[in-house]
């Protein structure tokens, strides 16, 4: 009937609410019962003291004894309420309230129970042989050498009080069963409001695990289950736009890759079929080789060492380093490069500059890969100027091109894992995000400040050498 987390919760809170309501109940339904019948005990035992005072005095003569019973008896105000009997010492009924001769059968058991047992009051709660359930209280009345002379016996019908008591017992058992009742409606109300928003969240989940990244769901309460539901459309979106960018990186990667192994197979095919080619052709062809070979290791190399840092398995090999000698060595490699594309490169060298501690490989693969994005996002005609400069606690290394530059939108995405503001240009999208992991992983940082048309500034600052380090 019950699943899931209704079913916890009926196990776990209407149980416990129906087990505490039931004990209430049952408490409350005792404690009427003993407060009506211990107000009749009282009422009967102040008739009975009342009576039995009025007889105390008489007690020694028999004769005034039954006379005054008989005139409290006929002049007693609440016979509606209560009979009151009195009895002599055989036991015998001198007068009673009702003017009938009470039930033999239970009058004379609390007399002789009285007497025989000794007891000066005995209180008896039993049915009549009418079926009437009655209290009674019976006591004995002693002359001064302490004989008993006789008794006086008070009893109450029940009946009246025992329907209060039944009704006091109906009253609270609907009270509690109305509590029960309103438990269990309002829980059930809460618990659907919970469940039906978490199977549309599961649904939902469901849909975007089998690659439907357009789904959301709507949110239909402010509280916990609403930002559940915020949070979920959240990595819906998340989830769609890192596909796009697998997607486009897959692509500009296999563009990437296919440009210079197209270059190499075609020389290698004209090498191959064209017979003796001339030496000129030969060498050009070669040329043309080697380099889309080290440009296809550089594409490779830059995959794996995003693999490493998705993975954090990126290890540095930290040292004392000069860092004048790591960035000479990069642009010595682009020197070539901006001169056939007709781009100018200035270096503004210094004399010296303090050592810095950090990997010297991956630190000059940052100023490749920097410059090398200068010269790609710079027009042929262009400057790409570097800088470096020593600010006491940190060295940096200022890479200025007057190149396209990047719109703002784009501006704080630009280091975003296959992010890429320019589509046209080739490149995979990792390579500021390598430098920047690379930056960060030396304690330094990689600033870039763009506006369109007005160029590009890195600006990457690492910390000198300290003998602490
Ligand atoms: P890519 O391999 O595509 O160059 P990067 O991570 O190196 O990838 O750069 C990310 C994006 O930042 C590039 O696609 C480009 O749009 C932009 N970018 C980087 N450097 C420059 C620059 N010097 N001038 C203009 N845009 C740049």
Redesign the pocket.
């Known amino acids: 009937m019950f699943k899931g987390i209704t079913k916890r919760w009926v196990l776990n809170t209407l149980l416990v609410v129906i087990v505490v309501v039931l004990f209430v109940v049952f408490c409350l339904s005792y404690a009427v019962r003993i407060y009506y019948y211990h107000s009749v005990t009282q009422t009967l035992n102040a008739a009975t003291a009342e009576f039995l005072n009025v007889l105390d005095d008489y007690a020694s003569d028999p004769q005034s004894f039954s006379a005054t019973a008989r005139s409290y008896v006929e002049n007693f105000d609440d016979k509606e309420k209560m009979e009151i009997t009195a009895i002599d010492a055989k036991g015998n009924v001198i007068i009673t309230s009702t003017g009938f001769t009470p039930d033999s059968t239970h009058q004379m058991p609390d007399y002789i129970k009285a007497t025989s047992d000794n007891l000066s009051r005995y209180e008896w709660t039993g049915n009549l042989s009418s079926g009437e359930n009655v209290k009674a209280v019976t006591r004995l009345v002693r002359n001064s050498q302490n004989e008993v002379m006789g008794a006086v016996r008070c009893v109450i019908s029940l009946t009246d009080i025992d329907y209060n008591i039944t009704m006091a017992i109906v009253i609270i058992s609907v009270v509690g069963l109305t509590i029960i009742l309103l438990v269990l409606f309002s829980g059930l109300y809460f618990i659907r409001s919970i469940v039906r928003p978490v199977r549309e969240l599961s649904a939902t989940a469901k849909k975007i695990a089998q690659g439907d990244f357009n789904t959301r769901i709507e949110k239909s309460h402010d509280d916990e289950i609403g930002e559940l539901c915020d949070s979920i459309n959240d990595m819906a979106t998340e989830l769609g736009a890192a596909e796009r960018l697998k997607n486009d990186f897959i692509s500009s990667v296999s563009h990437e890759l296919r440009t210079p192994l197209t270059a190499i197979k075609g020389w290698a095919e004209t090498m191959q079929y064209c017979g003796s080619v001339d030496k000129e052709t030969f060498d050009k062809g070669m040329d043309i080789i080697v380099k889309e070979s080290s440009r296809l290791t550089s594409i490779v190399e830059e995959l794996l060492d995003f693999s490493r840092l998705q993975s954090g398995r990126m290890m540095l090999m930290k040292e004392k380093i000069d860092i004048l000698a790591e960035l000479d060595e990069a642009l010595y490699m682009m020197k070539d490069r901006a001169i056939n594309e007709e781009k100018h490169l200035l270096y503004d060298k210094p004399e010296s500059m303090p050592p810095v501690y950090g990997d010297k490989n991956k630190l000059r693969q940052v100023f490749i890969?920097i410059i090398d994005?200068?010269l790609?996002?710079?027009q042929s005609g262009g400057v790409v100027g570097i800088q470096i400069l020593d600010f006491t606690h940190s060295v940096h290394i200022v890479v200025t091109?007057t190149?396209?530059?990047?719109a703002p939108d784009?501006l704080p995405r630009?280091?975003d894992k296959f992010?890429?503001?320019?589509q046209s240009?080739r490149?995979?999208?990792?390579?500021?995000?390598i430098?920047d992991e690379i930056i960060s992983l030396h304690d330094g940082t990689l600033d870039?400040q763009?506006g369109i048309g007005v160029g590009?500034t890195?600006t990457i600052a690492i910390p000198v050498y300290k003998e602490t380090n």
């Open positions: 890969n994005n200068a790609k996002y710079t091109d190149g396209c530059g990047i784009d630009i280091k992010y890429k503001a320019n240009v490149g995979s999208g990792i390579g500021l995000a430098a870039i763009s590009t890195v």
